[in-house]
């Protein structure tokens, strides 16, 4: 995956990894947890500018950092279209119920579903939508790279027990990862990054 770089950051209370993925000159960032000063020293220290806000789902520890990032750029924020809900709806988002935090309404630039195509500056994306852990739930996957969020963990997967999991709907989003080409390095919502042979 050349010209393509990836940068881990872990946020917020329940550990969530956001990324920061850029070309050298324009970036995204992936599921932003929390507010994240090493992640906004990263932009600054890199010159790079960020074009975009990517969601795997609505939860709320997947977007309290989204605020704060958008007063600092001029990024679209981009969400599944099957949990746009949750940027509105705190009981789809759970901000409140399992967190102290609040979240003010957001609104979506774009929404995506299975296949939508991402493009910033060198970087293009694939949206499968992989739903089960949310309704909308999805991964994003650039070349031998593939952000799961919380449909795939380390040797796991996400929970199937809050508003809008389903277990049938993830072991199909499972069994349909379990058909990419491998191998992949695997960026998970929460955990380190692994390489799944």
Known sequence: MTGVQV????????????????DGTDALIIDPGAECPALQAAVKENELAVRAILLTHTHFD??????????????ALIVPAEDERGL??????????????????????????????IEIGGLTLS???????TRGSSCYQIGDV???????????????DLPGGS????????ARLE????PLTVY??????????
């Open 179 to 182: 058909t990419l080409p491998r």
């Open 7 to 22: 940068l881990s950051f872990v946020t917020g209370a329940l550990g969530t990894g956001t990324y920061l993925v850029h």
């Open 167 to 174: 277990m049938s709907d993830l072991t199909r989003s499972l």
């Open 188 to 197: 998970p919502g929460h955990g380190g990054a692994f390489l799944w042979r």
């Open 88 to 117: 509105t709806d705190p009981r789809y988002s759970l901000v409140g119920w399992m967190s102290d935090d609040s979240l003010p309404p957001l609104t979506a630039d774009r929404t995506v579903t299975e296949g939508s195509r």
């Open 146 to 160: 593939l952000f799961s969020g919380d449909t795939l963990f380390d040797g796991g997967y996400g929970r199937t």
């Open 127 to 133: 949206t499968l939508h992989t739903p089960g852990h």
């Open 62 to 75: 997947h977007m309290l950092g989204v605020p704060s990032l958008q007063r600092a750029y001029p990024a």
